[in-house]
């Protein structure tokens, strides 16, 4: 097969270098029971059920008639959205997929009974109407369901280490979070997915019962990442705000709603973990750990650096001194963590205004649809203003940290 033959033409010099920080596998409902076995049905049928069908909505995981993981892998590939796309079921296929992006790492998230179980486990008392034909301890279901496809994706880590499973890490105490982190570590796993609505084992990211976590993940490189699709459990307590006619009837895109309000609200548990973990300290104790934040776009962070910045400047000037931060919290989150980006999003705006040149990078979201068609042609011409350097932080060395060696 030639190589990058999806690749810009003007990417080519940096083919077979770029890091992808969020991808997806994009299994068909039709296929869980086959893959999973009869425990899973109960989740499946919901799916099909409450799914418009893939031709009506290439995000749909309800593909009739799925005739298997055999698209060509075209120069149109970036434009391929859905189950049907090539390595969205077959994994063993995503290395082929990824030389025709020109990709030599790839993180890979759950979509698929993980993405649903997950987003379920997270939702069923915010979004009670969330496969509502699920009946039951709902939560019980969901966490089993995600055991199951854990399990699996465990075991898909062996296929190549260009491709990157990213597990979800729950554990309701640090010690069973421990464990479960140990496990996924020794199986193989580069990165782990903590939800951002949740505190991890039931603790503060920068409380010192999570030290022993942060130092685990530190020391095997193994990288931990926030992602899209848990924000209904931090947002319960809010969901009162949202209980109003204009939010209503608008379209789920399976990891988030798009209504209004949850739009404008979808980053705000992501960016409370992360101030979280920068305020409280944790990259001072932990100099080699990043951290990912993915597919919850960049346009919030600017303002994120300026406020913590700010009070940190202020706090300072009045005589309060700093417990945990000998340098301003931006120098922290910019050596530390790092961002993907949609597509549609101001790449040398954010680079010009706000001093984010180092934390932003390229995410395909392969092949998901709000990643966006022929998302890399459009992330270029955004990025291109800003000179090759900057050009090749944002598709090769930001999003390496991410993605070690």
Request: glycine share 8%; proline share 8%; charged share 20%.
């Amino acid at each position: 097969m030639s190589q990058a033959i999806a690749l810009p033409q003007e990417l080519h010099p940096l083919a077979g270098r770029i890091h992808d920080v969020d991808s997806h596998e994009m299994m068909p409902a039709q296929t869980w029971v086959d893959l999973f076995g009869s425990e899973v049905k109960e989740i499946a049928d919901a799916v099909i059920e409450t799914s418009t069908p893939w031709e009506r909505d290439n995000n749909s995981h309800n593909v009739p008639g799925y005739a298997g993981d055999v698209m060509e892998i075209a120069p149109t590939l970036m434009d391929v959205k859905g189950p049907p796309a090539p390595g969205a079921f077959d994994i063993a296929r995503r290395t082929d997929v990824m030389d025709a992006m020109g990709v030599s790492r790839q993180l890979m998230f759950p979509t698929g009974l993980g993405g649903w179980a997950m987003t379920l486990l997270m939702h069923h008392e915010f979004d009670p109407g969330m496969l509502s034909a699920i009946k039951g301890d709902r939560r019980a279901k969901a966490t089993r369901w995600l055991g199951i496809y854990n399990d699996w994706l465990l075991s898909q880590a062996k296929l190549s280490d260009r491709i990157r499973p990213v597990p979800t890490l729950i554990g309701d105490s640090v010690e069973e979070l421990m464990a479960e982190a140990r496990r996924m570590i020794d199986a193989g796993i580069r990165a782990v997915m903590l939800p951002p609505a949740i505190a991890p084992g039931g603790r503060s990211p920068a409380h010192p019962d999570l030290e022993p976590f942060w130092t685990l993940l530190e020391e095997a490189r193994c990288v931990p990442v926030l992602h899209l699709g848990s924000e209904g459990k931090f947002f319960e307590p809010l969901k009162v705000w949202r209980d109003a006619p204009a939010f209503e009837g608008y379209r789920s895109l399976g990891e988030f709603s798009s209504d209004p309000w949850y739009t404008a609200m979808v980053y705000v548990p992501a960016q409370n973990f992360v101030q979280t973990m920068v305020l409280g300290g944790v990259f001072v104790r932990h100099p080699d750990l990043c951290l990912g934040v993915i597919e919850i776009g960049a346009y919030w962070v600017g303002q994120m650096l300026r406020t913590m910045n700010l009070w940190f400047n202020v706090l300072q000037s009045m005589g309060v001194p700093g417990k945990t931060l000998p340098q301003p919290p931006s120098e922290f989150l910019k050596r530390h963590v790092r961002f993907s980006v949609f597509p549609w999003e101001d790449l040398a705006g954010y680079v010009e205004n706000d001093d984010m040149e180092d934390v932003i990078c390229f995410a395909s979201d392969y092949p998901h649809l709000e990643g966006g068609h022929d998302m890399i042609n459009k992330m270029y011409a955004s990025i291109a203003p800003c000179g090759p350097e900057v050009i090749e932080k944002f598709f090769v060395t930001n999003g390496a940290i991410l993605l070690p060696d």
